[in-house]
């Protein structure tokens, strides 16, 4: 498998110094299949952790978020149509290699001011805003119901301070935050722009 190299504390300051225990994920927004739409996340170690891939179309109807052995996590499915559209994500669970039925996790819609909302499955509204979600730029946040930024993302920027490309992506969260939700809405996101 690929690796990378992790992402030290000495090449981003700002995390080292604002919130020592963030953990950070690098994504890629290339799938590793040749002729395939997708995504890579490499881990903090700088291995492959993840990976989407989608042998349709950009913005696919349905794409599924696996693991490195390429058992399927999470799946994403595309609804509605034009401003009413909305991404369904539901876990997947596995029992002896047996794939089990998914059970819904939460919801992404858009929302106003360009942003989107989520809202967990059998939850009461809106529980994560993403500001700066149809604007084509890489930088965006997550935030709470409060306001507080709960993961961000930005351009992933080498120990010497090359900032790469805008299809790497570095993903903050604090660890002791559900990492695998916040994976799947950068997943969403790309879908969302078409970037995936």
């Known amino acids: 498998m690929a690796k990378i190299q992790p992402l030290t504390a000495a090449a981003s300051p700002s995390s080292s110094d604002d919130h020592p225990s963030q953990q950070a994920y ?10 395939g739409n997708g995504c890579t996340v490499y881990g903090p170690d700088g291995a492959v952790a993840f990976r989407v ?17 390429g058992n399927a996590l999470i799946r994403i499915r595309r609804k509605g149509f034009g401003m009413v559209r909305r991404w369904e994500v539901c876990r997947c669970a596995h029992n002896g290699g047996q794939e089990e039925e998914a059970t819904p996790w939460f919801s992404v819609r858009r929302a106003e001011k360009g942003g989107a909302a989520v809202a967990m499955h059998g939850g009461a509204g809106t529980c994560y805003t993403i500001d700066g979600c149809s604007a084509r730029k890489s ?7 409060d306001g507080a930024v709960v ?32 994976l799947g809405l ?7 722009n078409r970037s995936l």
């Open 186 to 192: 950068v997943v969403v996101r790309g879908l969302i």
């Open 53 to 69: 891939d989608n042998y349709g179309c950009r913005g696919g109807r349905e794409v599924f978020f696996m693991d490195r052995q």
């Open 26 to 35: 690098t994504v890629w927004m290339k799938s590793l299949v040749f002729n």
């Open 151 to 182: 993961a961000e993302v930005a351009r992933k920027q080498t120990a010497a301070g090359v900032v790469l490309g805008e299809d790497v992506l570095t993903l903050k969260v604090a660890p002791e935050a559900d990492h695998l939700l916040f």
């Open 139 to 145: 930088e965006y946040r997550v935030r709470g119901v």
